[in-house]
């Protein structure tokens, strides 16, 4: 599976940002897609994932509430939409694949099948 995340850029608090990340090559319906994150200078953080029919979601509890995982099956891509966003929330975004099911081992931020490149997301005060 092949991962190109997109949509980043620079934005001021409190707005918005939607990334999308289109997966291609081995089918991607047999796999949970989830977001994460890594700032400069720290670990790789979980934000949010959604299970292949998008009914099943799990979300990191710093992002709870102010960002919404989204997918779209027939267009093979996997949205995340943020808001209300904080200086805090600069970082490189990276999509992901796994055949797990989205739980608390997304947690880890470790042993995903498959990554994408990253895309920067800067939130300015």
């Known amino acids: 599976v092949q991962l190109q995340a997109s949509g980043g850029g620079s934005v001021q608090a409190g707005g918005s940002l939607r990334l999308s990340c289109v997966a291609s090559?081995?089918?991607?319906?047999?796999?949970?897609m989830g977001w994460f994150r890594q700032a400069d200078g720290q670990a790789r953080e979980f934000l949010a994932a959604?299970?292949?029919?998008?009914?099943?979601?799990y979300y990191s509890e710093n992002v709870e509430g102010r960002f919404t995982i989204s997918r779209d099956n027939a267009k093979k891509v996997v949205y995340l939409q943020m808001s209300a966003l904080k200086p805090e929330d600069t970082a490189v975004y990276y999509c992901?694949?796994?055949?797990?099911?989205?739980?608390?081992?997304?947690?880890?931020?470790?042993?995903?099948?498959?990554w994408g490149e990253g895309t920067q997301v800067t939130v300015s005060s």
């Open positions: 992901a694949a796994d055949p797990a099911t989205p739980n608390s081992s997304w947690l880890l931020a470790y042993g995903m099948d498959y």
């Open positions: 090559g081995e089918d991607p319906l047999r796999y949970s």
């Open positions: 959604i299970d292949w029919s998008g009914v099943i979601t």
